[in-house]
């Protein structure tokens, strides 16, 4: 009985997670992938800059 009341529980819960959803509005929808766009274009900016460090400083040693 535990286990049955344990289930039905569980599955209440999960449909009200499902019902809790709501519609974001388009401009928030438009500022998070423009917002996603920019960090990764950031991020591949500061990427680079660290191979370019790392590529200079292997050339540093070598002329050693």
């Not at 999960?14 to 920019?38: C, F, I, K, R, Y």
Request: hydrophobic content about 60%; charged content about 10%; glycine content about 8%.
């Amino acid at each position: 009985m535990k286990l049955i009341q344990k289930t039905a529980g569980g599955l209440t819960l999960s449909g009200l997670a499902v019902s809790a959803q709501a519609a974001v509005p388009e401009s928030v929808t438009n500022a998070l992938t423009a917002a996603s766009t920019d960090g990764a274009t950031v991020a591949g900016l500061v990427i680079a800059a660290i191979v370019a460090i790392f590529a200079f400083a292997l050339m540093r040693k070598a002329l050693n």
